[in-house]
Antibody
Framework: QLQLQESGPGLVKPSETLSLICIVS??????????WDWIRQPPGKGLEWIGS???????YYNPSLKSRVSISVDTSQNQFSLKVNSVTAADTALYYC??????????WGQGTLVTVSS | EILMTQSPATLSVSPGERATLSCRVG??????LAWYQQKPGQAPRLLIY???TRATGIPARFTGSGSGTEFTLTISSLQSEDFAVYYC??????????FGQGTKVEIK
């Protein structure tokens, strides 16, 4: 059974960089059938797609976040990462990592809450 | 960015009744749309992809329809476990995607 687990600091100061890792277990991140996504959800609000990465390293970002976001993959560790630069309170959210195939996002992590505050 | 509009924001339905949720997309996306269910404290769950195909293990009471710019999720007879928030997601320029703002289905 595929599992995804997010990890990283739960508190980040304004203007600093948010960094999260998603560890994939029970399956290979190098599968040619899937992209690996980051999605976030501010408290009490809806879902926002942040971006996707393929095992080859190809990346695709939400245009509204593209200037501040970077996603990378480490196939040797079966994990992928998210960085968001110059964070503000508006970046406070539950951050999910997920697997996306042609038939939708079928596996999600449990989510990790990141609060931006001094 | 493709604009997604879900309506209504909140839908009050009695158990056993039918629920009809709408998702309107700001440009033509063929059938490149999915629906997700999210319960409090849980990650979203894929219900429907390609506008009308049920994901693995999804009960037949969930039906997706539509194409182009207008889409509908119908829950034929609401069960207690169906009260949740539902999101549509377009992926016409896959792997880029956009979510709607969600419809909360609550008990009437």
């Amino acid at each position: 059974q595929l599992q995804l687990q997010e990890s990283g600091p739960g508190l980040v100061k304004p203007s600093e960089t948010l960094s999260l890792i998603c560890i994939v277990s029970g399956g290979s991140i190098s599968s040619s059938d899937y992209f690996w996504d980051w999605i976030r959800q501010p408290p009490g609000k809806g879902l926002e797609w942040i971006g996707s990465i393929y095992y080859s390293g190809s990346t695709y970002y939400n245009p509204s976040l593209k200037s501040r976001v970077s996603i990378s993959v480490d196939t040797s560790q079966n994990q992928f990462s998210l960085k968001v630069n110059s964070v503000t309170a508006a970046d406070t959210a539950l951050y999910y990592c997920a697997r996306k195939g042609w038939d939708g996002i079928d596996y999600w992590g449990q989510g990790t809450l990141v609060t931006v505050s001094s | 960015e493709i604009l997604m509009t879900q309506s209504p924001a909140t839908l009050s339905v009695s158990p056993g009744e039918r629920a009809t949720l709408s998702c309107r997309v700001g440009q033509y996306i063929s059938s490149n749309l999915a629906w997700y269910q999210q319960k409090p404290g849980q990650a979203p769950r894929l219900l429907i992809y390609d506008a009308s195909t049920r994901a693995t293990g999804i009960p037949a009471r969930f039906t997706g329809s539509g194409s182009g710019t207008e889409f509908t999720l119908t829950i034929s007879s609401l069960q207690s476990e169906d009260f949740a928030v539902y999101y549509c997601q377009q992926y016409n320029n896959w792997p880029l995607s956009t979510f709607g703002q969600g419809t909360k289905v609550e008990i009437k």
